[in-house]
């Protein structure tokens, strides 16, 4: 089984931290994402990784940035917090079927981390 | 751009079939249909994908026409722990885009 697991299921910071959040898979999967998640909005895809150091923005990459020294993790970084990144944060990674770095195989998703910016 | 539109949510009761519809107009021609479940506390859960026609496992069904513009996920016989939020994605490898939809909260009642 794939295991996708997120280093902290809540979290709550101030206006202007600096935020940390940490995913690991453990299936050699190339592919990773950040999402988040609001209510009415569904997921909207921040950043995704097709190899190590590599990164292409998704919809929503302003306020965020990411990092993937190793294939098996994926940062998200918040520098500086702000409310309105108040939110469930998804990770989730994929394999890559064909060659493709964005395929439309399986993503298998972490449990979340329910940020709050106070 | 493909963007995706399902019910905000439904009702239905156990032992009945459900149908989800997700609207996707302006889907990519490489654009594949995916369905995931989620639930409370948990990140979201493949359950079947399709490119058209008709897709089934052993969980659901998934019915796209030939114009692709809309996709329905079909669950058979649906029991109480079917109860979840199901979410329609838009995909693939034409794009760097992955469109969700908003999400539709599926009740089941006994």
């Known amino acids: 089984d794939v295991k996708v697991t997120q280093s902290s299921r809540y979290l709550v910071k101030r206006t202007g931290e600096k935020v940390f959040l940490e995913c690991v898979q453990d299936?050699?999967?190339?592919?990773m994402f950040w999402y988040r998640q609001d209510p009415g909005l569904g997921l909207r895809l921040i950043y995704f990784s097709y190899d190590v150091k590599m990164k292409e923005k998704g919809d929503i990459p302003e306020g965020y940035s990411v990092s993937r020294e190793k294939k098996e993790r994926f940062s998200l970084i918040l520098e500086s917090a702000s409310t309105n990144q108040t939110s469930m944060y998804l990770c989730a990674s994929s394999l890559v079927n064909s060659g493709a770095p964005l395929t439309t195989d399986t993503q298998y998703f972490g449990p979340g981390t329910r940020l709050t910016v106070l | 751009l493909a963007k995706t539109t399902q019910p905000i949510s439904m009702d239905s009761y156990e032992g009945q079939e459900v149908n989800i519809t997700c609207s996707h107009n302006?889907?990519?021609?490489?654009?594949?249909i995916t369905w995931y479940q989620q639930f409370p506390s948990q990140g979201p859960r493949f359950i079947i994908q399709?490119?058209?026609?008709?897709v089934t496992n052993e969980v659901a069904s998934l019915f796209i026409p030939a114009d692709r513009k809309s996709s329905t996920l079909s669950l058979p016989r649906v029991s109480l722990s079917d109860t979840a939020v199901y979410y329609c994605?838009?995909?693939?490898?034409?794009?760097?885009?992955?469109?969700w939809g908003a999400g539709t909260k599926l009740i089941i009642k006994p």
């Open positions: 994605l838009v995909g693939g490898l034409s794009n760097y885009q992955l469109i």
């Open positions: 299936m050699d999967h190339e592919n």
């Open positions: 302006n889907i990519a021609t490489n654009d594949y």
């Open positions: 399709g490119y058209k026609t008709k």
